[in-house]
C-alpha cells in the first residue's frame, strides 16, 4: 500500500498547478517524440497525466468556503509578544 497525501487548494493555485503540469506535459511528450522510448520517459509522462487529471477533475468540498492559513508556534508567540509590548509602551505613555 502506497502512503497517500491530501490537500487543499483554492481556484488560483488550480489554475497555476494546471499551467505547470501542462508545460511539464509538453516537456515529457516533446521527449518522446525526439525518441526517447525509456520506460523511465512513458512513467514520468504517464505520472504527469494522472496528476493533471486528479487536480482537474477534483471538485470544491461542500462547506468549505475557503482555506484558512495555519498560524505556526512561532507567529502566534510574536503576535502576543507584540501586543505586550504595545500595552506595556501604552502603560508607560
Request: hydrophobic share 35%; net charge negative.
Given at each position: 500500500?502506497?502512503?497517500?497525501?491530501?490537500?487543499?487548494?483554492?481556484?488560483?493555485?488550480?489554475?497555476?498547478?494546471?499551467?505547470?503540469?501542462?508545460?511539464?506535459?509538453?516537456?515529457?511528450?516533446?521527449?518522446?517524440?525526439d525518441?526517447?522510448?525509456?520506460?523511465?520517459?512513458?512513467?514520468?509522462a504517464?505520472?504527469?497525466?494522472?496528476?493533471?487529471?486528479?487536480?482537474?477533475?477534483?471538485?470544491?468540498?461542500?462547506?468549505?468556503?475557503?482555506?484558512?492559513?495555519?498560524?505556526?508556534?512561532?507567529?502566534?508567540?510574536?503576535?502576543?509578544?507584540?501586543?505586550?509590548?504595545?500595552?506595556?509602551?501604552?502603560?508607560?505613555?
Open positions: 500500500m502506497s502512503i497517500r497525501f491530501a490537500i487543499q487548494f483554492d481556484t488560483r493555485s488550480k489554475e497555476i498547478l494546471i499551467d505547470l503540469l501542462n508545460k511539464e506535459i509538453e516537456i515529457a511528450e516533446g521527449n518522446i517524440r525518441g526517447d522510448y525509456s520506460e523511465e520517459a512513458f512513467i514520468r504517464e505520472e504527469l497525466f494522472r496528476l493533471k487529471r486528479g487536480i482537474l477533475y477534483s471538485k470544491p468540498e461542500e462547506g468549505v468556503n475557503e482555506i484558512k492559513p495555519q498560524v505556526k508556534v512561532g507567529q502566534k508567540v510574536a503576535a502576543q509578544t507584540r501586543r505586550k509590548e504595545e500595552n506595556d509602551s501604552a502603560e508607560v505613555s
